[in-house]
């Protein structure tokens, strides 16, 4: 038994460090945080949320999850920047990143990094905003992990604030 007590604790003191470190948990916020120290890494300004774009993922999430499909355009074609339109965020670009069966936000962010695409999604200069949706399991039924939706977006700018800048219109 004296045995015991100690390998105990220790099995405790490593979960408590392992397995419920929240900032490597799968929320909005960390996913930010981290794609945005990798920006930081080359000089890039942050990444910050915008309301609509978040709304815009949820959306997305729940389109896919209503036809039990996972991909960047639906099996009618329809694209993800759809979702930006419908909630009013009017954009000069935008780009996606999917992910499914992730456990960590650490992970996530790391595996879209080795990806180029989604890499350079995350380190576009073009884009200013993002918006998150995360679910549990997958849309096309149940799985473990979560699933996760980043819209990112930059936001065209309007006629006043171009000629306030000095620009000129054609």
Known sequence: ????????????????????????????????????EYRAGEGLTPIGSDTRLTQAAADRMRHMEDEAFWGHESPEGVTPFVWLRTRAYDFQTAGENLAAGFETARLLVQSWMESPGHRDNIMSADFEDCGIAVIEGSTKGPATGKSIVVLFGKKRENTEALVARGVRQP
């Open 1 to 36: 038994m004296k045995r015991l007590i100690p390998l105990l604790f220790s099995l405790l003191l490593a979960f408590t460090a392992f397995g419920a470190d929240p900032s490597n948990e799968i929320t909005a916020d960390n996913v930010i945080r981290l794609m945005n």
